[in-house]
C-alpha cells in the first residue's frame, strides 16, 4: 500500500460526525488523537454508553457549532504535553484525508487553549502515513468562503437561555440530568468545570475566564452544584458571576452559610425552626457537662466539616461518647453534641424545595446495623406522605438559608417534626428514582420563571 505524505498541518474530516472538514496538527510524537469537544455528555443507548458533545470547529470562532454522537470504546487518562493528566472519552469514527477514509480512535477534550482543533496522533497514522515536518497543507487548503459556506447551517441561533452549570463531575446523575432537562426544554447548556475556571477582579468589568482564556461573558444563569471540598472556590465563583450580573440558581451567600453546620443550626432556630438539642464545643472542652447538655446518651457527635453521613458518629453509651469526643477534640476539631432520636428508627425525610414549593419528598431509611440514613451510605429510598407541617418546616428552612434549591433533612420525633440540615447542592438520584418525578426540570422551571420565560 502506498503510503500518504502528509505536511506538519493539513485539512482533515470526520464523515460519521457530520464534520466535513477541521485543521489538525500532524505529530508523529503524540500517541493517541485527539478531537476538540465541548459540553461533552454521556448517555445509554440500547445498554452501551455513547457521547454527546459539541465541536467548534473553526479556531477562535464560537458561533459554529457542530452537534455530535459517538459511541464510547474506551475511557483512559491522557497526559498533555504541559503534563496536565485528565481522564477522556475514546471514540472511533472514520477519518477522511485527502481521498483516502480509515477508522481511528480519537480522544475527547477541550483544545481551546490550542492551537488546532484537532491532533493526529502516530497510532492514527501508523502504516498509512509519512510526515514531511517541512511542508503544510500538501492535500490542499479551505479558502474561508467554502468554510463559511459549508459550516453556514451549522451557526447556532439562539432560542433558549443559555445556562452555565458550574460542577465538578459531568458523569455525575445530578449534573447530567441537569444537562438534559435544560436542553429538553430548550435552552443552551454548558458544563463549567469549576476547577477550569479563574477571574478577573475588576470595579469597572469583573470577569471569569474558562480554560483556554475563553470569558464566560454571555451566560443568563448559572446553576451552582458546589461539592463541599471546594466550596471556597466554588462560592467565589458564584459571588463573581453574581457581580456579573449573572442570575444565580443559589446565591454565594446562601450556599456558604447552608455549608457552615453551626450558622446555619442557629439561623433555623432564629427563624422558629425546631432541631434535636445540640451542643456546640471546640477543645479543650468539659466533656461530662455536653454529653449532660443534650440529655446523655445515646448521642449522635459530628465533626463540623463532615458531608454525606461522613464524620457522624453514633455513641450509645456515656464511654463511648467520652472517648469519641476525646478522639475528634485530640484532632482539635470543631464538633456538634445531638440528641439521638431513637424513635425515628434509622428513618429520615429528605424534602426536595425549589422556590418556595416542596416539589418532591423520600423517606431514606438505613442499612441494618446503621443509623445514618443516606443513600451514599448504603441507605435506601421510597416514596413518603409528608405532613402538612413538615412541608411548612421545609419551606420555612429553605427562606432562612435563602435557597432557591435545598434538599431539607428531617426526623420523626416523639416531640413532632425536627430539621436535621438544609443541603443547597441536594443530590437527585435518590430522590427522582423513588418519586419518579423531573426535579432537574423543576430546577430548570425556577430559572425560567426569573426570566419571565414563556
Excluded at 453509651?317 to 469526643?325: F, P
Excluded at 448504603?378 to 418546616?393: F, H, L, M, N, Q
Aim: glycine share 8%; hydrophobic share 40%; with cysteine.
Amino acid at each position: 500500500m502506498q503510503k500518504l505524505i502528509l505536511g506538519s498541518e493539513e485539512w482533515c474530516g470526520f464523515p460519521q460526525l457530520g464534520l466535513p472538514t477541521i485543521k489538525a496538527r500532524v505529530d508523529s510524537g503524540a500517541k493517541t488523537s485527539a478531537l476538540h469537544a465541548i459540553n461533552i455528555a454521556p448517555f445509554q443507548k440500547e445498554g452501551e454508553t455513547w457521547v454527546k458533545f459539541d465541536i467548534n470547529p473553526i479556531q477562535k470562532n464560537q458561533k459554529t457549532i457542530i452537534h455530535c454522537e459517538a459511541k464510547v470504546v474506551d475511557k483512559r487518562v491522557v497526559k498533555s504535553s504541559s503534563g496536565y493528566r485528565e481522564q477522556r472519552y475514546v471514540i472511533q469514527t472514520d477519518l477522511q484525508l485527502g481521498d483516502t477514509c480509515w477508522s481511528v480512535e480519537v480522544t475527547l477534550t477541550n483544545r481551546d487553549s490550542m492551537g488546532f482543533r484537532m491532533l493526529l496522533g502516530r497510532e492514527a497514522m501508523s502504516g498509512r502515513i509519512l510526515v514531511d515536518p517541512e511542508q503544510k497543507y500538501l492535500l490542499g487548503e479551505p479558502t474561508t468562503e467554502y468554510l463559511k459556506e459549508i459550516y453556514q447551517k451549522a451557526v447556532a441561533q439562539r432560542t433558549g437561555l443559555r445556562i452555565g452549570l458550574l460542577a465538578s463531575n459531568p458523569e455525575l446523575y445530578s449534573n447530567r440530568r441537569i444537562m438534559e432537562a435544560g436542553e429538553m426544554r430548550g435552552h443552551e447548556m454548558h458544563f463549567l468545570n469549576i476547577k477550569e475556571c479563574y477571574m478577573k477582579l475588576d470595579a469597572v468589568k469583573p470577569e471569569i475566564h474558562y480554560r483556554g482564556g475563553k470569558i464566560l461573558d454571555n451566560f443568563d444563569a448559572i446553576i451552582p452544584r458546589i461539592r463541599p471540598s471546594i466550596t471556597f472556590y466554588g462560592c467565589a465563583l458564584t459571588r463573581q458571576f453574581e457581580a456579573m450580573k449573572v442570575y444565580c440558581l443559589n446565591s454565594a451567600k446562601a450556599i456558604t452559610q447552608s455549608r457552615d453546620k453551626l450558622y446555619s443550626l442557629q439561623l433555623l432556630l432564629h427563624h422558629g425552626v425546631d432541631i434535636p438539642t445540640t451542643g456546640f464545643a471546640n477543645s479543650p472542652l468539659d466533656t461530662d457537662d455536653l454529653i449532660k447538655m443534650v440529655g446523655g446518651t445515646p448521642l449522635i457527635v459530628k465533626l463540623l466539616e463532615g458531608t454525606q453521613g461522613k464524620g457522624v458518629v453514633l455513641a450509645e453509651t456515656k464511654k463511648a461518647a467520652e472517648s469519641v469526643i476525646n478522639a475528634f477534640k485530640s484532632l482539635n476539631a470543631n464538633i456538634l453534641v445531638q440528641e439521638f432520636i431513637k424513635e425515628a428508627d434509622g428513618k429520615d425525610l429528605r424534602l426536595f424545595v425549589v422556590d418556595g414549593k416542596v416539589v418532591a419528598a423520600m423517606q431514606r431509611e438505613a442499612a441494618p446495623g446503621e443509623f445514618r440514613a443516606n443513600i451514599h451510605m448504603g441507605g435506601t429510598a421510597s416514596v413518603v406522605k409528608v405532613t402538612p407541617e413538615e412541608k411548612r418546616i421545609a419551606i420555612k428552612a429553605a427562606k432562612a438559608m435563602d435557597l432557591k434549591v435545598a434538599g431539607v433533612d428531617i426526623i420523626r420525633s416523639s416531640k413532632g417534626p425536627l430539621l436535621l440540615e438544609v443541603n443547597s447542592s441536594p443530590g437527585l438520584e435518590g430522590i427522582e428514582g423513588a418519586t419518579n418525578k423531573d426535579i432537574a426540570g423543576e430546577m430548570i422551571k425556577s430559572i425560567e420563571k426569573n426570566f419571565k420565560w414563556k
